[in-house]
């Protein structure tokens, strides 16, 4: 076998694309799309008849935009078994209450099409803002990923408000430590890596329920050294260097399931904190925030 059908013996893959067309070719088990590429599947021209159908209903820009992305997520939908991720706008990530209020307007829009909530999972911005309407969803049968993960504190508060999934950032934590530090870093040592290997760890020591998906891989390596995690979300040209790699591929995390009594739930002022001595988990955060508004801005432009 080559490296992905070991990988996906252990790990579940999921495809971090917008792309039908590679969706098609390697098969996920679930998809994940965010702004960014959600800009790239109307650049590539497949979705236009679709939106000019959605022009005709659609009330304004922003209301475009939320029934364009489920409409992208209706054709995943229909190629993979498991959950598809659409993110909730990005400008709405300090707002608890709007992105409530964003989240159900799309789940209803998915279930208009005949989607069970249960398919989706609605991706929101690992703020605590963003973690709390989490928590209120879950409690609401809606399925939460919580993206532009960085920190233990944030993984804390996630499993904490019991949601469905987190998207620790690897390749990007990597970015910062390479730009502070001026060193280059081995697969084994990579910062991104050990700190998704930190939170796996934690989670099935303690016996917390939600998923860990590894994301924003910048290298095979920073993959082969997560085998054995929950979930990993890769790009088509990763998926493509895992399909024409045929050695060994030795799993890495490994489930103790120690199920300890689980430490108190980290509080607001813990995770401000947390966060605050944290550089790089607060500047990659913010910087997340300002990207993705970035590619909705242009997604917006687009579309008008």
């Known amino acids: 076998m080559n490296q992905l059908q070991q990988l996906q013996a252990i790990t579940t893959i999921v495809a971090d694309t917008g792309d039908i067309d590679s969706i098609r070719k390697f098969k996920p088990q679930d998809a994940t799309t965010n702004p960014s590429l959600i800009l790239k599947a109307i650049e590539s021209g497949k979705f236009d008849s679709v939106l000019q159908d959605l022009k005709k209903v659609a009330v304004d820009t922003e209301d475009l935009m939320d029934r364009i992305s489920v409409e992208i997520g209706d054709e ?44 989706i999972l609605i991706k929101v ?35 904490d408000a019991n949601v ?19 060193l280059d870093y081995t697969a084994e040592t990579d910062p991104g890596v050990i700190s998704v290997k930190e939170i796996y760890l934690h989670y099935k020591k303690y016996g917390y329920s939600t998923i860990v998906m590894g994301a924003s891989f910048r290298n095979i ?28 591929l030795e799993q890495k995390l490994v489930s103790s ?27 990659k955060l913010a910087e997340g925030i300002r990207n993705f508004i970035a590619d909705q801005d242009k997604l917006e432009a687009l579309l008008q």
Do not use: H
């Not at 803002?129 to 809606?142: H, S, V, Y």
């Not at 469905?164 to 001026?182: A, M, N, Q």
């Not at 689980?262 to 401000?272: D, G, T, V």
């Open 76 to 119: 995943i939908l229909k190629i993979v078994p498991g959950y598809v991720s659409t993110e909730v706008n990005a400008r709405l990530s300090f707002d608890q209450e709007k992105t409530l209020e964003k989240a159900r307007k799309l789940i209803g829009l998915y279930e208009q099409k005949g989607w069970q909530r249960d398919r």
């Open 221 to 248: 390596g920073e993959i082969q050294e997560l085998a054995g995690c929950d979930r990993l979300t890769i790009a088509p040209a990763l998926l493509e260097e895992l399909n024409a790699n045929d050695s060994t």
């Open 257 to 283: 399931q120690e199920n300890m009594t689980k430490p108190p739930a980290i509080n607001e002022a813990q995770f401000r904190f947390g966060m605050n001595q944290n550089a790089m988990a607060t500047e």
């Open 125 to 159: 911005a690992s703020t605590w803002e963003g973690i709390q309407a989490a928590k209120q969803l879950e409690t609401e049968g809606i399925r939460c990923n919580l993206t532009l993960l960085f920190a233990l504190e944030q993984a804390q508060a996630c499993a």
């Open 164 to 182: 469905t999934l987190i998207s620790p950032f690897v390749g990007r934590i990597l970015d910062w430590y390479k730009k502070s530090t001026g």
